[in-house]
């Protein structure tokens, strides 16, 4: 079956935009996850959600970054007025429900900011 | 949370077995050990997880001793396609954020 979805695959943008990155999880997939990775680093959490609950946004950097999960499915994430500390791969995952160890992640979207 | 230390880098050569040790020297009684794999451009991917003495499915085994003071990923006869980055976690039962730490970089060799 179809895996989790990005889009874009990749973003530039310059300091001080907007931007918006989606991610389509596995249908059924009650939890969503968002992780941010630096380059040469492993990936760190940003936020989760169970359906449209954000349940935990302790990973998010700054206000700028806002994430919503509107109906449960897709989710977006988006990062106002954007900085060069925020070039990194921003990655997407989703699992059946809470707890469960595997996580299904997709291909990321790699953002670079100039 | 434990936190898991791995050797950096390792290079094998085609066909070799290649074994990846974790330390976790503060792992928890309710923390599992979980392996994920990443290549290039990609998301990382769910290896195996355990908790105790030695798990095996179709990609690779994982030893854990008595005192799960440390873990041993290892991969069978591994393939140029292996190339990856493998991370070590200590996950807490019903956690719901993987913690990453930089890995292991693997690079077989024709």
């Known amino acids: 079956g179809a895996g989790v979805s990005q889009s874009p695959r990749y973003k530039v943008a310059k300091r001080g935009q907007d931007v918006a990155l989606r991610c389509d999880p596995i249908?059924?997939?009650?939890?969503l996850f968002w992780y941010q990775q630096a380059l040469g680093q492993g990936p760190e959490f940003l936020t989760y959600f169970q359906n449209e609950a954000q349940l935990d946004k302790s990973g998010l950097p700054s206000d700028r970054f806002f994430a919503e999960r509107p109906e449960g499915s897709v989710s977006t994430l988006k990062i106002q007025r954007t900085q060069q500390e925020d070039s990194a791969v921003y990655l997407c995952?989703?699992?059946?429900?809470?707890?469960?160890?595997?996580?299904?992640f997709g291909p990321g979207t790699r953002l670079t900011v100039t | 949370l434990a936190k898991t230390t791995q050797p950096i880098s390792m290079d094998s050569y085609e066909g070799q077995e290649v074994n990846i040790t974790c330390s976790h020297n503060n792992i928890a009684t309710n923390d599992y050990i979980t392996w994920y794999q990443q290549f290039p451009s990609q998301g990382p991917r769910f290896i195996i997880q355990?908790?105790?003495t030695k798990v095996t499915n179709e990609v690779a085994s994982l030893f854990i001793p008595a005192d799960r003071k440390s873990s041993t990923l290892s991969l069978p006869r591994v393939s140029l396609s292996d190339t990856a980055v493998y991370y070590c976690l200590g996950v807490q039962t019903g956690a719901n954020n993987l913690f990453f730490g930089t890995g292991t970089r693997l690079t077989v060799i024709p």
């Open positions: 249908s059924g997939h009650v939890s």
């Open positions: 355990g908790y105790k």
């Open positions: 995952a989703s699992s059946l429900d809470l707890g469960q160890p595997e996580q299904y």
